[in-house]
């Protein structure tokens, strides 16, 4: 059974940076691609971050484009999401996920994290 165990996380005023990190186990683990998403209070997940297991490609939404980075240690099979220059709006829950293709869609993934609380203060 695939599990993805998240860490990080936090508070941090706005302007500052955090990093999640997203750990991959188990032997049936073969997703092709990985994500990010977040849920805020009363809003459905969103897609922002996504890559390439095999080759390093990166996706990302335009709401979060040239703040956050993904990336991936394929030694430890973990993700990562570098944010920076955070704003009050980037306020929600994160998810990591797993899944066969590169995809925006929140159900189209097979395996998620357990999420971890991002809170960003003016």
């Known amino acids: 059974q695939v599990q993805l165990v998240q860490s990080g996380g936090g508070l941090v005023q706005a302007g500052g940076s955090l990093r999640l990190s997203c750990a991959a186990s188990?032997?049936?683990?073969?997703?092709?691609?990985m994500a990010w998403f977040r849920q805020a209070p009363g809003k459905e997940r969103e897609f922002q971050a996504g890559?390439?297991?095999?080759?390093?490609?990166?996706f990302y939404a335009d709401s979060v484009k040239g703040r956050f980075i993904v990336s991936r240690d394929l030694a430890k099979n973990t993700i990562y999401l570098q944010m920076n220059s955070l704003k009050p709006e980037d306020t929600a829950v994160y998810y990591c996920?797993?899944?066969?293709?590169?995809?925006?869609?929140?159900?189209?993934?097979?395996?998620w994290g357990p999420g971890t609380q991002v809170t960003v203060s003016s």
């Open positions: 890559i390439s297991w095999s080759s390093g490609w990166t």
């Open positions: 188990g032997r049936s683990f073969s997703a092709n691609f």
């Open positions: 996920a797993s899944g066969a293709q590169m995809t925006v869609t929140a159900p189209e993934y097979d395996h």
